[in-house]
């Protein structure tokens, strides 16, 4: 595995090798390990946008990680609104970013 992926700590020492998984992040196949939340096989592939905010476009990834924030909210299997920083990968998902959405009330409003 390439990028951010953690396999030897300095106190956890080296981590065993896990199963491979394979998913699909807005139709780009990525591979990860079995265990591993959404997000942290999103970091380690190098991918740091989950989300675009929906109103603004501007860029959201992952913040707190620990799924207080929703930042990091992602379209899993077809259901919106999943946190990517608490839901453990399985094989096969398929993953979709979130995406500006039209705010047709708010235009104009300051």
């Not at 992926?5 to 020492?13: D, F, M």
């Not at 959201?60 to 453990?88: K, P, S, W």
Request: proline share 4%.
């Amino acid at each position: 595995m390439k990028y951010g992926r953690v396999t030897n700590h300095p106190v956890l020492g080296t981590l065993d090798e896990r199963e491979s998984l394979r998913f699909l992040f807005d139709d780009q196949e990525f591979e990860a390990f079995e265990g591993e939340t959404i997000a942290a096989a999103l970091l380690a592939n190098g991918v740091r946008t989950l989300r675009r905010h929906e109103e603004t476009g501007t860029p959201r990834g992952i913040y707190c990680n620990i799924g207080h924030c929703f930042e990091c909210r992602v379209t899993i299997d077809g259901i919106t609104g999943q946190r990517a920083c608490l839901t453990v990968l399985k094989d096969g998902m398929n993953i979709r970013s979130g995406k500006t959405l039209p705010a047709p009330l708010k235009k104009g409003v300051h």
